[in-house]
């Protein structure tokens, strides 16, 4: 629907801006609470402009991190962070990749009962369960390792039912043509499905990253050495100040460093990321 | 190069259903044969059966003097030109002719050679670094024949190549695709439901009719004597009159014909002539005319020349000999 009334005009971008104002009002407050120092916040009144401590606390948390609190330096829970959502991301479609290869491409026998078992795996999240989970990943010995943090959730139905879908929109005739040109199963694999599914790679990848990246209550639960903190997880035990008033200041500036990864994954890769969405044409 | 024997080939599917039976044919060497019929008819199983796509339920298939039967598509020695291309959309035109050949190992140097050589016989040497989505519908078409070119195979195998690009090119691909197997001699088979295109390409035409073959023969032969009626009505445009005999009592020889078949174009209008006919539509197709109309209640169209004169009813006579019978139930001919 295409009409050209200013009137609407102006009213959809009214609407526009609210919805941008709401989203980014708590994000600007954090930021501003980030540069100031830690009784500014306890005075009552909230700031609304950034402070002049900006430097100073973001080289701190940068630096040394928060002793009372336990957490290492918020570069160390950086790194474990990414290695955690790269080690997921990757895994997840590594995976599904290949098991909706196998399902789509190939008969077997109990083919099906094999598709739906994975598709039931959709209504048990990690929080279902996380106490047997817990109890696998303990008596396994992974506690406080990248293993630990990343394998439990790398099996994904969702992803291994959207390559199903993009599978099956690869037509017929291609799968037929490589067959006479004479291209085995992995070789069709890696030489036609991995390309054609480059975009929708690109997506998920975006979409698994952020999931990883924003895991909490699974590594809260599983890491108790601070070498193996990850960054959502630390910022909890941040707020979580023992003996004193929590340093709103520096978790905030942990905060605010904690969302560039994902940000610059979803401004680097929103070209490959939309055209995966949107793109229907093999 | 090579000949083709299909003997006694029948296609069974998994719950029972017979999509093809009984199929007996010999594809000598450097023939084009083209596998004409309705939708649905089994034609393009055949193909499939031939081509290794599809699995054989019955009888056996040669190529040269080899079965191959359980061998797979790449090693039949045989290429195929499917309906929507099948190019790879994210290789280019170059890497899309060379793919075969790489998975086969074929020397580098060579596989240069051979993409060259067919670029130049297609004409898409210009085209060669573009991506498939980058060519009109005709380019496309002959990349895919370029790709089966460069394999260099015993055979050609086209699936209703032609049936997704506009009228005109259809025409244009047509007579090149002819010029390009009489050039190489390569056997061939062409599966399509285009009567004109089946005429036009065939050494030989098979029909088919629901899984089996109704007639093999030169597009003339099969023009000129139709072996049943459904050959009758399916070769040749605008398509035969078949009328029952009991509509024309009075024509010779009908009497142990259950069906009397007349060409459009062996009716002529004749004062004298055994058939009255009431006009009932006319088609005007520039230099011809199409007169429907009735006869003795059953349906019957001429075609006359764009001068001949009309009126309300027509009194038609037909060329000596041009008379084809057929039986009452199978309708078989009779000669």
Known sequence: ?????????????????????????????????????????????????????????????????????????????????????????CGKIAISITSAFAIVYFRFPLRNMAFWCIF???????????VPTFQVVADLGMLNSYAGLSIPLIASATATFLFRQVFLTIPDELTEAARIDGAGPMKFFRDILLPLSRTNIAALFVILFIYGWNQYLWPLLITTSS??????????????????????????????LAMLPPVAVVIGMQRLFVKGLVETEK | MASITLDKVGKIYAGGTRAVGDVNIDIADGEFIVLVGPSGCGKSTLLRMVAGLESISE??????????????????????????????????VRQNLAYGLKNRGTPKPEIERRVAEAAEILQIGPFLDRKPRALSGGQRQR????RAIVREPAAFLFDEPLSNLDAKLRVTMRLEIKELQRRLRTTSIY??????????????????????????????????KPASTFVASFIGSPAMNLISSTALPHLPGVAHAGTIGIRPEDLTVSATGPILMDVLAVEELGAQRLVHGQTGGERLT??????????????????????????????????
Do not use: C
């Open chain 1, 1 to 89: 629907m295409i009409e050209n009334r200013p009137g609407l005009n102006l009213l959809a971008h009214l609407t526009l801006m609210l919805g941008v104002a709401i989203v980014a009002l708590p994000v600007w407050v954090a930021f501003v609470a980030s540069t100031h120092t830690a009784t500014d916040f306890m005075s009552g009144t909230i700031p609304l402009w950034p402070g002049p401590h900006l430097i100073e606390n973001y080289s701190q948390m940068l630096g040394a991190g928060v002793s009372t609190s336990g957490t290492p330096p918020v570069g160390t829970m950086m790194l474990n962070s990414l290695i955690m959502a790269l080690l997921i991301a």
């Open chain 1, 120 to 130: 039931i795996t959709m209504m048990l999240p990690v929080e279902v369960r996380i």
């Open chain 1, 227 to 256: 070498d193996y903190y990850t960054i959502v997880a630390g910022i909890k035990r941040m707020a979580d100040a023992v003996d004193g008033l929590p340093q709103w200041h520096l978790v905030m500036a942990t905060a605010m």
């Open chain 2, 59 to 92: 009888g056996t298939v040669r190529i040269g003097d080899r079965v191959v039967n359980d061998i797979e598509p790449a090693d039949r020695d045989i290429a195929m030109v499917f309906q929507n291309y099948a190019l790879y959309p994210h290789m280019s």
């Open chain 2, 143 to 146: 990349v895919a024949m370029g």
């Open chain 2, 191 to 224: 599966v399509t439901h285009d009567q004109l295109e089946a005429m036009t390409l065939a050494d030989r035409l098979v029909v088919l009719n629901a899984g089996r073959i109704e007639q093999i023969g030169t597009p003339l032969e099969v023009y000129r």
């Open chain 2, 302 to 335: 001429v075609t006359l020349s764009s001068n001949a004169e009309l009126s309300d009813s027509l009194r038609l006579d037909y060329r000596p000999g041009s008379l084809h019978l057929f039986t009452a139930g199978e309708g078989r001919r009779i000669d």
